[in-house]
């Protein structure tokens, strides 16, 4: 047998192996994952060419395409918030080193791999006196394959205390201070560390 014949037999078995480790997912599922690989694509346009992007606004920054982890639909987990009965106003301290204050608001659940995980959600406001709601964390995977100091995650808060949030890790993403020194961002603390590899959502830039 030539070699040409071994190089195509080789492609092929790669191919083979590669085919039986599709996941199956539904066809919701596919539309669910192309939808959230549009919206990777969009943020990547935005960022190269937008003048308040943090790659064009303090300082211009060489762009390259954001990196993540493949879209997977277990990473996405329902919960309702749960209030904190006391709402203790906290030091967070930013990677510039400043102090900031935010209020440990609650905590929304998920369950992965069989176990139960909790994860924070904090209370701040802009200096014009705005209020907005956060998650922040670290897991096994950060300084490693994803930014050393945590990832983030929007929450929209919903006076309704029935209201069941929908919790999508595949949506936790870098703060602008993973691409440019000129910013900076809160550093997660340590209760805000989840024991678990959340290979979901973006990786580190650099």
Not at 106 to 133: A, L
Not at 145 to 173: K, M, Q, S
Not at 185 to 203: Q, V
Request: hydrophobic share 30%.
């Amino acid at each position: 047998m030539n070699k040409k014949s071994l190089v195509g037999i080789f492609i092929m078995i790669i191919m083979m192996v590669a085919c039986s480790c599709t996941k199956n997912y539904t066809h919701k599922q596919k539309l669910y994952i192309a939808g959230i690989e549009k919206e990777r694509n969009a943020k990547d346009i935005s960022f190269k060419n937008d003048e308040d992007s943090p790659f064009n606004h303090k300082s211009k920054i060489h762009f390259e395409p954001l990196k993540y982890y493949d879209v997977d639909p277990s990473f996405v987990f329902q919960s309702k918030l749960y209030q904190y009965s006391v709402k203790d106003t906290i030091k967070v301290f930013g990677t510039k080193g400043e102090e900031r204050k935010a209020v440990r608001f609650g905590y929304i659940t998920f369950n992965y791999g069989k176990k139960d995980y909790r994860i924070n959600v904090y209370k701040g406001s802009t200096k014009t006196g705005q209020e907005y709601y956060s998650i922040w964390f670290t897991d096994k995977t950060t300084g490693d394959e994803t930014y050393g100091v945590g990832r983030y995650l929007d929450f929209e808060y919903n006076p309704n205390p029935d209201f069941i949030y929908t919790i999508d890790l595949n949506l936790a993403y870098n703060p602008y201070c993973s691409y440019s020194p000129e910013y900076s961002c809160a550093i997660p603390l340590k209760e805000d560390h989840i024991d678990l590899a959340i290979k979901a959502g973006e990786k580190r830039f650099h």
